[in-house]
């Protein structure tokens, strides 16, 4: 499986983008899929998962701001991001832990990043 995630750029504080995250191969599945971001000089932190039944989670940094949602026949994940803020710059990865034996020993799939920045 590989991750193609798109979507990143440079947007003024209060603005908006829509990253995608599209998987080949097998893709998705049924697993959960991930959003995560990396700061400069920051460690990579969980922004927000998503279900293949479609429940989320958010950090609390992104709560009523960012949406995480995925079309399961496509097996594309996105993340909208409204009232940015320059806290928001980082590279952004989707990720998705796909589970292989019965103890959870699994292989992490990650896509390449995509660069957001929120100027002031």
């Known amino acids: 499986v590989q991750l193609q995630a798109s979507g990143g750029g440079l947007v003024q504080s209060g603005g908006s983008l829509r990253l995608s995250c599209a998987a080949s191969?097998?893709?998705?599945?049924?697993?959960?899929v991930d959003w995560y971001r990396q700061a400069p000089e920051r460690q990579r932190e969980l922004v927000a998962t998503?279900?293949?039944?479609?429940?989320?989670n958010y950090a609390d940094s992104v709560k009523g701001r960012f949406t995480i949602s995925r079309d399961n026949a496509e097996n594309t994940v996105y993340l909208q991001m409204n009232n940015m803020k320059p806290d928001d710059t980082a590279v952004y990865y989707c990720?998705?832990?796909?589970?292989?034996?019965?103890?959870?020993?699994?292989?992490?799939?990650w896509g390449k990043g995509t660069q957001v920045t929120v100027s002031s």
């Open positions: 990720h998705f832990r796909r589970v292989i034996t019965v103890e959870g020993a699994g292989v992490d799939y």
């Open positions: 191969g097998r893709g998705f599945g049924r697993d959960d």
């Open positions: 998503i279900t293949y039944g479609g429940s989320t």
